[in-house]
């Protein structure tokens, strides 16, 4: 990396006009790889999940001090004619505007794509939503638990015999904000060539449906609605997890050598004459027979004892941890993967955070700890030139 840049995006500016989820993960992603983030709040409140907790450091809950690091805040009211001509101004001098509103709000503020580019014709401006700016669904409200429900997602989650759940992360959220970066980076490559900006559309509905894609095709070939695994696998068989005289592990047995190898296990030896395990086909056929079969050895013994067999045989497995337990791992800490910010800023707190996986193509560490509402308010205006009116 050179001298003084903190990324490959050192030099691009991001208005950050989001809150929740979706949009500040994005724009933290911008913010990670060397671009200014300037995050747009408004003056009272800030962004919504600043009041998502307990547990609280400082004003605000775990989504905020999580998915906002690397960024300014600037307190604008776009709802008053004084904090659009602000917005305005400061995009005369941006590269990208990336927002999560409802479709049409930012046009009912005046802002939308069309009137800004006619202030920066180079403008790349993206929207994230639930389900897109066009189409019937186009204008329903949408958290990640709607789009996990409407994708079909939370109905192959979960229990054969119980009812759907959605997963504990997250996901139709963290991959839209993710869609959402990668698309802009397109569009900057694409800006270096052209010299133009463009508009982008980011629906959460869309990248969920993209997590699908191996159920969707499995669903096209055969025709046959998928159905809830709980930890196991719809294609492949031994792949799940199996109770322990202790704890819960995971293994997974794709490939016949893999069968073969555990089946040198003096405990599983006798699995390995019978006709209806013989191959891949015939384990998925026969996967409840198989896995009961399976369950009853692993619980013979702990965990401990199963992990380092298999691993000695180099079969895919792993421990069910808990956060704790992650969290403490020695692996994570030569690779660095957590990393810690600072919030409330100057209180001296350290909060440990997930760090960066793309971090080598960024700086070491966070730039910036995740800001209060307005802290750079006066900062970036005097560095915009943005002046202040008293329309309102």
Not at 46 to 60: H, L
Not at 329 to 337: G, K, M, P, S
Request: net charge neutral.
């Amino acid at each position: 990396m050179a001298q003084g840049s903190y990324g490959p995006l050192t030099g691009i500016t991001v208005l950050d006009v989001t809150q929740s989820l979706a949009g500040p993960f994005g724009g933290m992603l911008l913010g990670d790889i060397g671009a200014d983030v300037i995050k747009i709040e408004l003056p009272k409140g800030g962004d919504g999940a600043r009041r998502w907790g307990p547990p609280f450091a400082g004003d605000s809950g775990p989504t905020f001090v999580g998915f906002n690091r690397n960024k300014r805040s600037v307190a604008i009211d776009l709802h008053t004619v004084e904090g659009q001509s602000q917005f305005i101004q400061l995009v005369k001098k941006a590269d990208v505007v990336l927002e999560n509103f409802r479709p049409g709000t930012m046009k009912k503020f005046g802002v939308d794509y069309e009137t800004l580019r006619s202030h920066n014709k180079s403008l790349i401006y993206c929207s994230i939503s639930g389900y897109g700016q066009k189409g019937p669904f186009a204008n329903r409200p949408a958290m990640d638990l709607m789009i996990q429900a409407i994708s079909g997602m939370m109905s192959i989650t979960g229990e054969p015999e119980g009812r759907p759940v959605k997963a504990a992360a997250p996901m139709a959220d963290l991959f839209g904000g993710y869609t959402a970066a990668f698309s802009i980076l397109a569009a900057i490559r694409e800006r270096d060539r052209t010299g133009e900006g463009r508009v982008i559309d980011v629906a959460m509905l869309d990248a969920m449906m993209t997590l699908l894609g191996q159920t969707v095709v499995a669903y096209a070939i055969s025709g046959e609605s998928p159905a809830r695994q709980g930890n196991a696998h719809q294609l492949m068989a031994p792949y799940q997890a199996f109770r322990t005289a202790t704890r819960d592990i995971v293994i997974s047995l794709t490939i016949q050598k893999r069968w073969e190898l555990l089946c040198t296990i003096p405990e599983f030896a006798p699995l390995f004459g019978k006709d209806i395990y013989a191959n891949q086909e015939l384990r998925n056929e026969h996967r409840l027979v198989l896995c009961a079969e399976m369950d009853k050895i692993f619980c013979t013994r702990p965990a401990e004892y199963w992990l380092a067999e298999l691993e000695r045989l180099g079969l895919p497995s792993a421990p069910v941890n808990t956060i704790p337990e992650i969290m403490a791992e020695e692996h994570l800490a030569l690779r660095n993967t957590f990393i810690e910010v600072e919030y409330p800023p100057g209180s001296g707190r350290r909060i440990k955070t997930p760090g960066m996986p793309w971090r080598d193509v960024a700086a070491d560490r966070p730039v910036r700890n995740p800001p209060t509402i307005g802290q750079h308010t006066e900062e970036v205006f005097a560095q915009f030139g943005v002046k202040k009116t008293t329309g309102t």
